[in-house]
């Protein structure tokens, strides 16, 4: 299969990924869809580092553009030079959705910001954070999912289905990427020889 073929289908892949993890990331921003949290720093730690928008949103798109825009390369150096840079895209793309998904998975396991009643009465805090002495996490005990956090309402939902789906789309940018490696290591060994009249053609986002 042509190696700008592979990379054109990539790309479509990442566009469509990095679009659900920056909306994913928005909406964490804003449990409830109340911006008023947001603006108290009652916002989930890990939601406010905004992986899913710079890590598997914009750095994403920016190598699926590259990997998009129109060329036509003549020449074995100038094939090969696309082709390296290409591999130091997908390698750049690789780090960030990797990061993403470990910061997804790692709020996953801790649970969210939320307020909620202890001794000294309510209070902002995150209560559902696994306690190796004590069970195995909130995410195998769902009846404490609405018992425990007051407010925002249905945050535990919230986060639950919201970091799943940017936890989810970045690991398959991973894979994308780690596969987008391979193709263009391809390309660097076997030069135009791998694409079909020695050319590479990319179609135009």
């Not at 920056?22 to 720093?41: Q, T």
Request: hydrophobic content about 45%; proline content about 3%; some cysteine.
């Amino acid at each position: 299969m042509c190696v700008s073929r592979c990379l054109r289908c990539v790309s479509v892949c990442l566009v469509a990924t990095a679009m659900v993890c920056m909306l994913s990331n928005v909406l964490l921003l804003l449990p409830d869809l109340k911006i008023h949290f947001l603006l108290e720093g009652h916002v989930t730690r890990e939601a406010t580092w905004a992986t899913g928008l710079w890590g598997s949103g914009l750095l994403v798109l920016f190598a699926a553009r590259a990997f998009l825009q129109s060329s036509e390369t003549r020449g074995c150096c100038a094939f090969r030079r696309q082709m390296f840079s290409w591999l130091l895209f997908s390698c750049v793309c690789l780090f960030s959705a990797g990061f993403c998904c470990l910061v997804s998975l790692t709020a996953l396991s801790q649970g969210p910001l939320c307020l909620y009643n202890d001794s000294s009465g309510p209070t902002w805090g995150v209560p559902l954070k696994p306690d190796p002495g004590r069970d195995a996490g909130y995410l195998y005990n769902m009846s404490a999912w609405s018992s425990v956090c007051e407010q925002p309402a249905g945050v535990v939902q919230w986060n639950v289905v919201l970091f799943s789906v940017m936890g989810g789309a970045s690991g398959l940018q991973m894979v994308l990427c780690g596969a987008n490696v391979f193709n263009s290591l391809l390309g660097l060994v076997l030069g135009q020889g791998c694409c079909h009249g020695n050319k590479v053609r990319l179609l135009s986002l």
